[in-house]
């Protein structure tokens, strides 16, 4: 017999990103607590960064901690600290979010676009942890 899944913490995370003529399936394990947030980052600067949440997680807090994932695993890297500055739906799926750093160094942002060109990517999955205010 077949128990249900009472499980409060969702695990796996489903995004469809679109790509020139169809579409790209994105999938992240979320494996940290209930309280996080599965994301993709779309875009990054020297100044902030967007991310793409699911249309269900809204982003409910000032700040937050953002960990990058490769291959839904923890890149060797510190903790980037994020302020929330805006947030906005988008093709009726994902939230984007903008967030400005809180303290962030050219090098680290070099680093990460840098992974996201020698993968082919547009994104790269991480995690969002709420800091209490």
């Given at each position: 017999m077949n128990q249900p899944d009472n499980r409060s913490c969702q695990r796996v995370q489903f995004f469809r990103l679109p790509k020139e003529q169809g579409f790209v399936p994105v999938w992240i394990f979320n494996r940290d607590s209930d309280n996080t947030l599965a994301a993709l980052v779309v875009d990054m600067s020297e100044s902030g960064i967007q991310v793409l949440t699911s249309f269900d997680d809204k982003i409910s807090h000032a700040h937050y901690q953002l960990r990058l994932l490769e291959d839904n695993n923890a890149m060797a890297m510190?903790?980037?600290?994020?302020?929330?500055?805006?947030?906005?739906a988008e093709s009726g799926m994902h939230i984007r979010a903008g967030f400005s750093f809180q303290?962030?160094?050219?090098?680290?942002?070099?680093?990460?676009?840098e992974r996201m060109k020698i993968r082919h990517q547009?994104?790269?999955?991480?995690?969002?942890t709420p800091v209490d205010d």
């Open positions: 510190p903790l980037i600290h994020l302020t929330h500055v805006w947030s906005s303290t962030m160094d050219r090098d680290t942002v070099i680093f990460v676009l547009t994104f790269i999955r991480c995690i969002l």
